[in-house]
C-alpha cells in the first residue's frame, strides 16, 4: 500500500496543475480577474420587454405545441376524438335531466334547454383552459429542463390548447342551440321563444376571446402558484367547482333575487364566467345585444388578469426549472 | 488497514478547497487564546504562510477570449420525500411527517466550484456517478439557478444530449418539428434542418409512426439528432457519444466534429477517458461534489484512472490518497471583476 508516497513532500511551486512536474507541487492559489462586460448571467431573467419580444419569437413553438397535442389527446380511445363532441353532450344531458327536470331550476328561465347547453359547453372550455393552464408547468418537467425558451409559453399554450380542442365542441353547441334550444320538454316554467339566426351570434367570438385571454391570465398566475407549492392543485379543483355554481351554468339568475339575496347577483354580475356566458346567452336565444355592463365588467377582467398574471408569471421565471 | 477510513481528510486539503470554512479569520487556531511566551511575535496567517502557500498569483483574463466564467457555484437540492419524518429529531415534528408523508430531503450536489474557460477550449468533464457532473451540466446551461454563487457567459450555454423531451403521442416527424421550434428556430429553419436530422438519426422509415412505437434505440438517435440542430456558440454534450449502434456512432461523430467546430468552446461529459484525451485541452474533474482537478487532460485523466481502479477494487484508503494529493496540487481559482463589471444583464434563450 502507497501509504507514503514519496511525491507527497510538499514543494513550493506555482506550476498547479499545467504539467505532470516530477517534483509534488501544491496548487497556489490563483485569483482571475475578469473584465464582465461582454458576460450574461445564465438563466438570468429578461427583462419585461425582451421576455415578451423573446415571447413572440416562439410564437410558432407555441401554436405547434398546442395543435400536435390537440391531436393526440384522445387517440388512446377507439372512438377517437369523437370524444371530444359526446363528452360534454352527454355532460349537457345529465345536468338538464338533473337539474332541470328532477330539480327543477329551470324557474324563470326562457328556453331552457339552450341556457343550459350553452352554460356547460362554455364552463367546461373556461375551466379546461385554466386547469390546464395551472398544471402545465408542472406537468411538462421535462420540456423545461431540456429546452430554453420563456417559460410563459406553456401555460399560454395550454389555454390555446383548450381554445383548439373547444372548436368542434363550440360548433356542435351552436347546432344544437339551434335545432333544440327552443325545443319545449314538459316543466319548463316560462316556455320557450323560437331561435333565429341573427348577426348577434356573431357576438359569441368577441366574448370568447376575452374570455381566452381572462383564462390565460389566471393560468399563468396559477401556474406559478402550483410549481411553488404542489398542494393548490387541490385548491383550483375546488374552486372551479364553486366557480361553476357561482356562474349560473345550470340555472336562472333571477331565482337569487326572488329569495331577496341581491348580493349573490352583485358577485354574480362581477364574475367575469358569468359575463362570458350571459353574453352568449342573450346573443344567441334570445336575439337581442347584451347587456353593455356584461362587456365592460368582462373587459375589465381580461385586461386585469392578462397584466397582473403575465407580471407574476415572468417575476418567477427563474423558479420553474427546478428539480422536485 | 484497520483505521476508521471514512472519515479521514487532511486538514489542508480541506482548507485549501474551501476558503470559506476557515476559522477566525485565516488563523487555524484563535491567536488570542495562544500564549507561547516568546512575546510579541507576529502571526502569520495560512494564507502568508511561505512554506505551504504563496499569495495568490493575479491572473489577468483577456476580455475578448473569456467565454465560460463559473463564480463559486455550488447546489444544494430540495426534493419532497415521503421518508424524510425518519431524520426529524423532534418526536412530535416526526409523527407530523410521518402522518403527512411528505417532507424535504436535501441534497448537496455540488459544493462551491469556480473555474473560467476561454474561447477555443474543449473541456472535458469527468468524475464517478453521481459526483455532480449533471448538475454542473445543469447550472452551465442556467436550466436551475445554483444555491450560491453564480453562473456568468458569453451567450446561453446549450447541452446537446440525449435528454431532450420528445413528446410520447405524437410522430416522430411532428416532434422534429417541434423540438426545433422548441429551440427557438423559425419554422423555414426547422424546415431546413429537417432533412439533416432525419438522415442523422437515419428514421426515414418511421417517421410516421408515433413516438410510442419507437424502440428505446430509435428514441435517443432522435433525441440526438434533434439536439444538434442547432449550432451553438457554447456547446455542451452529455455522454451523447455513447448511443446507437456502430454505424449511427460514425455519423453520430460526424456531426459532432461538424458542431464543435463551429463552436466557440465545448463542455464534454463523457466516461470514457479515451475520447476525453483524444478531444479535450483541458479536464476538469469533478468528485464527490468538489472541483477536484482541473488542468492539463493526460495528467487529469491518469489521476482519474489511478482513484477508480483503487475505488473498484475496493481500496478505499488508497483511492483516498489520491484524492486528497489530486486535490493538494488543484490551484483554486477565485473571480474577481473589473469594478463595477459583474454581469447583471440577462442572454437571451434563442440558440443563435
Given at each position: 500500500?502507497?501509504q ?7 514543494a ?10 516530477p ?6 492559489r490563483?485569483?482571475a480577474q475578469?473584465n464582465?462586460s ?13 421576455y ?8 410558432h ?17 377507439s ?8 363528452n360534454p ?7 338538464l ?36 393552464g395551472?398544471?402545465?408547468?408542472a ?7 431540456s ?47 323560437p ?11 368577441p366574448?370568447i ?20 407549492h404542489n398542494d393548490?392543485k ?8 364553486i ?14 333575487s ?35 355592463y ?12 392578462m397584466?397582473?398574471?403575465f ?9 420553474y426549472?427546478?428539480?422536485? | ?36 511566551g516568546?512575546?510579541e ?17 493575479i ?22 420525500s415521503?421518508?424524510e ?11 407530523v ?40 451540466m445543469?447550472?452551465?446551461t ?12 458569453t ?14 403521442e ?23 434542418k429537417?432533412?439533416m436530422?432525419?438522415?442523422?438519426s437515419g428514421?426515414e ?16 438517435r ?15 454534450i ?12 460514425a ?12 463552436a ?7 466516461h470514457?477517458?479515451?475520447?476525453i484525451?483524444q ?13 477536484l ?13 489511478e ?13 483516498q ?13 477565485q473571480i ?17
Open positions: 500500500m502507497t507514503t508516497d514519496p511525491r507527497t513532500a510538499p513550493n511551486g506555482r506550476s498547479g496543475q499545467q504539467s505532470s512536474a517534483t509534488f507541487s501544491i496548487g497556489a490563483r485569483i475578469v464582465g461582454k458576460l450574461v448571467r445564465v438563466g438570468a431573467r429578461l427583462s419585461l420587454g425582451q415578451i419580444k423573446e415571447l413572440w419569437q416562439f410564437r413553438f407555441l401554436f405547434y405545441d398546442s395543435r400536435s397535442r390537440v391531436s393526440s389527446q384522445n387517440n388512446l380511445d372512438m377517437g376524438r369523437v370524444w371530444m363532441l359526446v353532450a352527454l355532460q349537457a344531458l345529465v345536468y335531466t338533473i337539474f332541470g327536470i328532477i330539480l327543477e331550476t329551470s324557474r324563470g328561465v326562457v328556453n331552457f334547454i339552450g341556457y343550459i347547453i350553452i352554460g356547460v359547453f362554455t364552463f367546461r372550455f373556461i375551466t379546461g383552459a385554466v386547469t390546464g395551472a398544471d402545465s408547468i406537468r411538462n418537467q421535462r420540456v423545461v429542463q429546452f430554453n425558451f420563456p417559460r410563459a409559453a406553456l401555460p399560454i399554450s395550454a389555454t390555446i390548447r383548450e381554445l383548439f380542442a373547444s372548436v368542434p365542441v363550440f360548433f356542435m353547441m351552436a347546432v344544437l342551440v339551434y335545432f333544440l334550444g327552443d325545443y319545449e320538454i314538459g316543466g319548463l316554467e316560462e316556455g320557450v321563444q331561435i333565429h339566426l341573427t348577426w348577434h351570434w356573431l357576438l359569441f367570438f366574448a376571446f376575452l374570455a381566452l385571454l381572462v383564462m390565460t391570465g389566471l393560468g399563468l398566475m396559477l401556474a406559478r402558484m402550483v410549481n411553488a393548490i387541490h385548491l383550483v379543483q375546488i374552486g372551479t367547482r366557480w361553476f355554481y357561482a356562474s349560473a351554468v345550470i340555472f336562472g339568475v333571477d331565482r337569487f326572488n329569495l331577496g339575496h341581491d348580493w349573490i347577483i352583485t358577485v354574480m354580475h362581477l364574475n367575469p364566467a358569468f359575463c362570458v356566458l350571459d353574453i352568449i346567452r342573450s346573443a344567441w336565444l334570445y336575439a337581442e345585444f347584451p347587456d353593455p356584461r362587456w365592460v365588467v368582462l373587459s375589465a377582467w381580461a385586461v386585469g388578469a397584466v397582473i398574471g407580471i407574476v408569471f415572468w417575476l418567477g421565471e427563474e423558479s426549472g427546478k428539480e422536485r | 488497514m484497520s483505521a476508521p477510513v471514512n472519515g479521514y481528510t487532511p486538514r489542508r486539503a480541506n482548507w485549501l478547497a474551501s476558503p470559506a470554512a476557515k476559522t477566525t479569520e485565516g488563523y487555524d487556531v484563535d491567536p488570542e487564546t495562544l500564549d507561547d516568546f512575546g511575535i507576529e502571526e502569520i496567517a495560512w494564507d502568508d504562510a511561505p512554506l505551504t502557500q504563496s499569495a495568490p498569483t491572473e489577468k483574463i483577456d476580455p475578448k477570449k473569456v467565454s465560460v466564467v463559473v463564480d463559486g457555484a455550488a447546489m444544494t437540492y430540495r426534493v419532497r415521503s421518508n419524518y425518519l431524520k426529524s429529531k423532534k418526536r412530535v415534528a416526526r409523527e411527517k410521518r402522518v403527512l408523508g411528505s417532507g424535504w430531503l436535501e441534497i448537496p450536489a455540488l459544493e462551491e466550484v469556480s473555474f473560467v474557460v476561454n474561447r477555443g477550449e474543449t473541456v472535458g468533464v469527468i468524475g464517478t456517478n453521481g459526483s455532480g457532473k449533471s448538475t454542473l445543469k447550472l452551465l442556467g436550466k436551475i439557478r445554483p444555491t450560491a454563487g453564480e453562473v456568468y457567459a451567450s446561453t450555454p446549450v447541452m446537446l444530449g440525449v435528454n431532450a423531451a420528445l413528446v410520447k405524437i410522430s416522430g416527424r411532428e416532434n422534429i418539428k417541434l423540438g426545433c421550434l422548441a429551440m427557438g428556430l423559425s419554422p423555414k429553419e426547422a424546415e431546413q429537417f432533412d436530422i432525419v438522415e442523422l428514421l422509415d418511421a417517421l410516421d409512426m408515433p413516438l410510442k412505437a419507437y424502440s428505446a434505440g430509435m428514441q435517443s432522435l433525441q440526438f439528432a434533434i439536439a444538434t440542430a442547432v449550432d451553438p456558440d457554447i456547446l455542451l452529455d455522454e451523447a457519444l455513447n448511443t446507437g449502434d456502430a454505424q449511427f456512432r455519423r453520430t461523430k460526424k456531426r459532432l466534429d461538424q458542431v464543435r467546430s463551429q466557440g468552446c465545448v463542455f464534454l461529459v463523457s470514457s477517458l479515451g475520447t484525451k478531444m479535450c485541452t483541458r479536464v476538469i474533474w469533478i468528485e464527490q461534489g468538489r472541483l482537478a482541473d488542468g492539463d487532460p493526460e495528467w487529469v485523466c491518469s489521476q482519474y484512472q482513484y477508480t481502479d483503487h475505488k473498484s477494487n475496493g481500496r478505499v484508503r488508497s483511492a490518497i489520491v484524492y486528497d494529493r489530486t486535490m493538494l496540487k488543484l490551484a483554486p481559482v474577481e471583476f473589473t469594478e463595477g463589471t459583474r454581469p447583471t444583464r440577462a442572454g437571451g434563450a434563442r440558440a443563435n
